[in-house]
């Protein structure tokens, strides 16, 4: 019989997917066939399965350690915020709809049916499922129609560990306070707790520990210190992307979108020796000694070019321009860097069009159909093959793109400035193409290092795995599931 057990925590970015993906690479190498799943997921940070769908970017690493293909199955309801207030709703893979918060909640009750479906699916292939939470089932003012926690715990009968995170202080408030919020019948679900990211000595939290214990009547699993080479993971929360990384000679200079998408398209870009990756936020200048800008891309083009000129960043980029700076825009920055967006009818917010940057010749319209798909492109440049992916709205025209940035079996992609220097893509994951890279950098003036990066993602999920078989019950918390 195929069991399941469910990781959820006291809070958001407590490190859930990193714990889930950790315990799906231990549970691998114990011989077991294994599947991650996660009911209801809000990311900008996309995957795109091979079925032609896509899922958060957290199941995509959790399938990696797993060793499996993609599949919609592994995160059902799929959120991506498009404004404050209001999301796109993808179901299985396909976009359903896009509704404001309090809409959503009479609809979350109707997607229970599709989220049962989905991990009953992969309860059909795999001796284990490791489930994943959202945000915190303490956050009981949202427990009718959940699907994301205990609504979904309790509906597949799945055991709870609850996660805590000692790093952002309080830890036994988070702990014990879950337990006295939450109604008996999911307080009985939980089958017990750890806690993550501990800093120092672990035996200081000997007291605490058992104090939580005590309080809750929870049997502890174990106190995991702080993962240093978490970074070295794709990410998929925005609030993980740090301001700076490294001390290469290369300046690379990334501009923080209010509603930046897929930004694991910089990961590789961080760990190269040769580079010193920025991310700008808000009210921060462009940095005058940058090589390269980086656009990336954002769930809401317009909403974002708004963003980027309140922030100055559109006469930043002139004057980087002027200096003779390069300047790449991926997907949604690459639609920034045209003459205007169009949204005829209103697909990513109010029906209107917005002034681009002007850095290339082409035009953008939004479309209702949505592009999701690998590929196998060569880039225009320097001949180099490369695998990438696209998932976008958008049809993007011009003179610009009879200089294209890469080609795609018999068709042109994307686009370049006369002079080379701007240029844009529909592409994400092209990065990760360690000759791409390599070609890429060495064309602005860079070097690239002799690093696998997908080999570098494979030793730290088995250092991750090794970390928590160390330090944690992994052996209790396996056989915790049902």
């Known amino acids: 019989m195929t069991r399941a057990i469910m990781i959820q925590g006291t809070g958001s970015n407590v490190g859930k997917s ?34 032609g769908g896509e899922i958060g970017r957290a199941q995509a690493l959790q399938a990696l350690a797993c060793g499996v293909p993609l599949t919609v199955d592994m995160n059902p309801v799929l959120l991506k915020p498009e404004t404050d207030v209001g999301a796109q709703v993808v179901v299985q893979g396909k976009r359903l709809t896009t509704v404001r918060a309090r809409e959503y909640a009479k609809l979350k009750p109707q997607l229970m049916a599709s989220v049962l479906d989905s991990f009953n699916r992969l309860k059909s292939r795999a001796d284990l499922v490791i489930v994943e939470g959202a945000g915190s089932p303490a956050e009981v003012n949202l427990r009718q129609g959940d699907i994301a926690n205990m609504g979904f715990a309790c509906a597949a009968d799945v ?48 007291d605490g520990y058992r104090l939580i214990e005590e309080q809750t009547g929870w049997s502890g699993f174990g106190v995991l210190p702080y993962f240093t080479d978490a970074w070295k993971l794709p990410a998929e929360d925005a609030l993980d992307l740090s301001g700076n990384r490294g001390t290469g000679a290369l300046h690379v200079v990334a501009l923080g979108f209010s509603r930046i998408a897929n930004f694991d398209d910089l990961d590789p870009l961080a760990q190269e020796p040769d580079v010193r990756l920025t991310v700008l936020r808000a009210g921060e200048a462009l940095p005058g000694d940058a090589n390269l800008v980086i656009l990336p891309g954002s769930k809401s083009t317009r909403g974002d070019l708004e963003f980027l000129r309140e922030q100055g960043w559109d006469i930043d980029l002139a004057a980087h321009v002027r200096r003779g700076g390069h300047v790449l825009g991926i997907c949604g ?15 990513e917010g109010p029906a209107g069009e917005t002034p681009g940057l002007g850095l290339l010749q082409v035009e953008t319209e939004m479309t209702p159909e949505k592009r999701l798909t690998e590929v196998d492109a060569v880039d225009a440049s320097s001949g180099t093959p490369f695998r990438g992916y696209e998932i976008h709205i958008g049809r993007t025209s011009g003179a610009d793109c009879a200089r294209p940035f890469a080609t795609v079996s018999d068709r042109s992609e994307g686009a370049r400035s006369p002079d080379g220097r701007v240029m844009g893509s529909y592409l994400h994951g092209m990065f ?22 997908d080999a570098t993602v494979e030793t730290v999920l088995n250092q991750l795995a090794d970390h928590m078989e160390t330090h944690l019950d992994v052996t209790g918390l396996l056989a915790a599931a049902r």
């Open 333 to 347: 920055g690459y639609q920034m860097l045209g003459q205007v967006v169009r949204d005829p009818d209103g697909i």
């Open 18 to 51: 990193m714990l889930v993906a950790g315990l799906c690479r231990a549970a691998v190498r114990r011989g077991l066939k294994v599947l991650p799943f996660k009911p209801q997921n809000m990311s900008n940070n996309a995957a795109v399965t091979a079925d």
């Open 159 to 206: 055991p709870v560990i609850l996660a805590g995170d000692i790093d952002r202080g309080g830890v036994i408030a988070q702990m014990v306070g879950t337990k006295v919020v939450l109604c008996a019948e999911d307080a009985a679900q939980v089958a017990g707790f750890l806690i993550n990211k501990f800093r120092g000595d672990p035996s200081l939290f000997d």
């Open 432 to 453: 990760r193409d360690d000759g791409f890279r390599a070609a890429f950098l060495a064309a602005i003036g860079g070097q690239a290092g002799a690093q696998c990066y």
